[in-house]
């Protein structure tokens, strides 16, 4: 045999490359020889046990050798079914690795128990990452600590496809002081690979639900892993999941936060207070926007210590009732008075009764005092009403128009009248502005018609032309002032007057938002654009026929 696998091996050397199939028949031939060869030392006596040893080990080198070199004409199939029939695991393996058959080889690591020498494996660049999530609920189940340091380790894992092996390790009694490895991994997807997966971060939630100690569980819930990102939530596990979970493991401190997260307020105060009393007023101290809302919260605790303390010893009354001033006079003892017993007696209560009348006693005076400083504000206002009909400015006889430029005190037959006005003695109406100005009442129109806007202007004008059909015969005593008699004795052609004079002499069109407006006016109208194109400069028709004349110089 030894001689024919001699043969063979030497044949296979002189075959030419094109020789293909006599190739792989010749090498599947010797592959079969050797595994003989191996197998029959195996079966010999132990009668010389070392020279045995060192021919087999020397013999299982020879056929690796032989299958690192021929593993590309080798059939892979027919291989290693002749491998696995002869019971040559190892060799298998091996040549399961040579030809890139790496899901063989992780199984059969994962068999003997060899979990680093598995993970190895799947570190290869070559290996598919899809291998990584096939043999992750062996690995973990197999190795937690060196499973969990590897998917650390690598970069390009989806932890969400690591969730199966994850809950199949969880669901697995653990000992107490052991360090949970798979909270390990979920906790440096969260903090240190900033994961926003709900599903990794709903898993960490329920594993640390199921620790006996909440405070890891409230670190979570309490941290915002999105703060700072626009548009984004502050957190990414499902609310609602968490409360169910915290309600089924009793993690009430847990469900308190989760209903004040959720703005349930009235919830989280009620369950805080089967838990702690203290951390119910927390809780009734966070709403800040809702004044109502906040006092309803502080009854609820008013209303626990007070039931509380009932039925026991007048020290206990007086407990509820000092409560009071932990709210900040939020709540008052006519808030708290239904909650005590009937058989409470009075002098239990003589002292917060006593601060609340004080308390009343301060409000009535405050009160006094403002309606007083109102009284007096309606009188000042009455005085400047009375001021103001007796209010005059002082024309100066030069002083002109501010439109027109002509005198304001000038007389003439065409500025006698406005439309809608009648003239003062030999002057026309005119009007003067605190700042100064002066302007002819229809020059005035005129100029704030032509600066408003289109509908402003509509109005102005219609009421010019409500006041001409009309024919106002009421005269004002003086130029824009009314009096008090005035005012309530007006007639309809006075009211569109006044409505005229608010129109477009509420402010000086000088000082006011009219010139401010005009500020982005352009210099030149639209309709100006003729009178722009008349002054352009147009060049000089038939230049040919003009000579040059160079002059000496």
């Given at each position: 045999m030894d001689a024919l696998r001699t043969?063979?091996?030497?044949?296979?050397?002189?075959?030419?490359?094109?020789?293909?199939?006599?190739?792989?028949?010749?090498?599947?031939?010797?592959?079969e020889l050797y595994l003989d060869k191996i197998n029959r030392l195996l079966l010999e006596d132990d009668t010389a046990l070392e020279n045995r040893n060192s021919e087999y080990h020397s013999i299982i080198k020879e056929f690796r050798a032989f299958l690192s070199d021929c593993k590309d004409v080798l059939d892979e199939v027919t291989t290693m079914r002749l491998l696995e029939s002869y019971g040559r695991v190892e060799e298998l393996v091996y040549f399961a690795s040579l030809k890139e058959q790496y899901e063989i080889v992780v199984h059969y690591y994962i068999q003997q128990g060899e979990a680093k020498?598995?993970?190895?494996?799947?570190?290869?660049?070559?290996?598919?990452?899809?291998?990584?999530?096939?043999?992750?609920?062996?690995?973990?189940?197999?190795?937690?600590?060196?499973?969990?340091?590897s998917w650390m380790a690598s970069n390009?894992?989806?932890?969400?496809?690591?969730?199966?092996?994850?809950?199949?390790?969880?669901?697995?009694?653990?000992?107490?002081?052991?360090?949970?490895?798979?909270?390990?991994?979920?906790?440096?997807?969260?903090?240190?690979?900033?994961?926003?997966?709900?599903?990794?971060?709903?898993?960490?939630?329920?594993?640390?639900?199921?620790?006996?100690?909440?405070?890891?569980?409230?670190?979570?819930?309490?941290?915002?892993?999105?703060?700072?990102?626009?548009?984004?939530?502050?957190?990414?596990?499902?609310?609602?999941?968490?409360?169910?979970?915290?309600?089924?493991?009793?993690?009430?401190?847990?469900?308190v936060h989760i209903y004040s997260m959720?703005?349930?307020?009235?919830?989280?105060?009620?369950?805080?207070?089967?838990?702690?009393p203290e951390l119910a007023m927390a809780e009734a101290d966070k709403v800040e926007d809702d004044e109502d809302l906040r006092k309803k919260l502080w009854l609820m605790v008013a209303k626990h210590v007070i039931e509380q303390e009932k039925g026991t010893k007048r020290e206990n009354i007086r407990k509820a009732i000092a409560f009071l001033k932990e709210t900040d006079g939020l709540l008052k003892i006519e808030d708290i008075l239904p909650f005590f017993p009937d058989?409470?007696?009075?002098?239990?209560?003589?002292?917060?009764?006593?601060?609340?009348?004080?308390?009343?006693?301060?409000?009535?005076?405050?009160?006094?005092?403002?309606?007083?400083?109102?009284?007096?504000?309606?009188?000042?206002?009455?005085?400047?009403?009375?001021?103001?009909?007796?209010?005059?400015?002082?024309?100066?006889?030069?002083?002109?128009?501010?439109?027109?430029?002509?005198?304001?005190?000038?007389?003439?037959?065409?500025?006698?009248?406005?439309?809608?006005?009648?003239?003062?003695?030999?002057?026309?109406?005119?009007?003067?502005?605190?700042?100064?100005?002066?302007?002819?009442?229809?020059?005035?129109?005129?100029?704030?018609?032509?600066c408003t806007n289109e509908s402003q202007a509509e109005y102005i004008l219609d009421l010019q032309k409500q006041l001409t059909l009309l024919g106002s015969e009421a005269r004002r005593e003086s130029n824009g002032g009314m009096t008090d008699e005035s005012i309530t004795s007006m007639n309809p052609a006075d009211?569109?007057?006044?409505?005229?004079?608010?129109?477009?002499?509420?402010?000086?069109?000088?000082?006011?938002?009219l010139m401010i407006r005009e500020i982005s006016l352009p210099f030149i109208l639209p309709e100006e654009a003729q009178q722009v194109a008349s002054w352009e400069i147009k060049p000089p028709q038939n230049l040919g026929n003009h000579r040059s004349i160079s002059l000496p110089v």
């Open positions: 043969f063979l091996l030497r044949k296979l050397d002189n075959l030419a490359k094109d020789d293909k199939c006599q190739i792989t028949m010749i090498s599947t031939w010797a592959t020498k598995a993970l190895e494996v799947l570190r290869k660049l070559a290996v598919p990452i899809d291998l990584q999530y096939k043999f992750a609920p062996d690995l973990i189940t197999l190795d937690a600590y060196e499973t969990v340091e390009n894992l989806n932890p969400r496809k690591l969730i199966p092996a994850m809950m199949r390790y969880s669901s697995e009694p653990h000992a107490k002081n052991e360090t949970h490895e798979v909270i390990k991994y979920l906790e440096f997807c969260v903090h240190r690979l900033h994961n926003e997966d709900p599903g990794i971060h709903n898993l960490l939630l329920s594993l640390y639900a199921k620790q006996e100690d909440d405070s890891s569980l409230l670190r979570f819930l309490q941290c915002k892993f999105g703060q700072g990102r626009e548009n984004g939530p502050d957190f990414f596990y499902d609310p609602k999941y968490a409360l169910r979970l915290c309600l089924k493991e009793k993690r009430m401190r847990a469900c959720m703005s349930m307020h009235e919830e989280a105060v009620a369950l805080a207070l089967q838990v702690d058989f409470a007696l009075i002098d239990d209560f003589k002292e917060a009764i006593c601060s609340s009348l004080e308390d009343y006693n301060k409000q009535i005076e405050l009160l006094k005092q403002e309606m007083n400083d109102a009284t007096h504000g309606a009188d000042n206002i009455r005085n400047d009403i009375s001021a103001l009909a007796q209010r005059y400015a002082v024309i100066d006889r030069d002083e002109e128009c501010g439109v027109c430029k002509r005198k304001i005190l000038a007389v003439g037959g065409d500025y006698r009248m406005a439309l809608g006005y009648t003239a003062v003695g030999p002057m026309a109406p005119f009007y003067v502005f605190p700042c100064g100005h002066a302007f002819h009442a229809h020059c005035l129109i005129a100029h704030v018609t032509r009211k569109l007057r006044s409505q005229l004079d608010d129109a477009v002499a509420s402010e000086c069109p000088f000082c006011g938002e």
